[in-house]
């Protein structure tokens, strides 16, 4: 029963986000995502340029 007493304050204790925090920092992982796709893509075509004059 110590355990479920533990979680029970820990769940009282937790400090949720509220739905503005939670939209800003899912749109900050949306925008970084796609970033990071267009940048490797970016990458993986110039690679593949190169590797045309290389081979």
Known sequence: MKF???VAKTMKDT???TG???SRDT???VVM???FIAFFALVD???LW???FVG
């Open 4 to 6: 479920f007493k533990s």
């Open 50 to 52: 190169a590797l045309k």
């Open 33 to 35: 995502s796609l970033f």
């Open 20 to 22: 503005r925090e939670l």
């Open 15 to 17: 400090t949720w986000e």
């Open 27 to 29: 749109t900050t992982v």
């Open 45 to 47: 075509y110039v690679v």
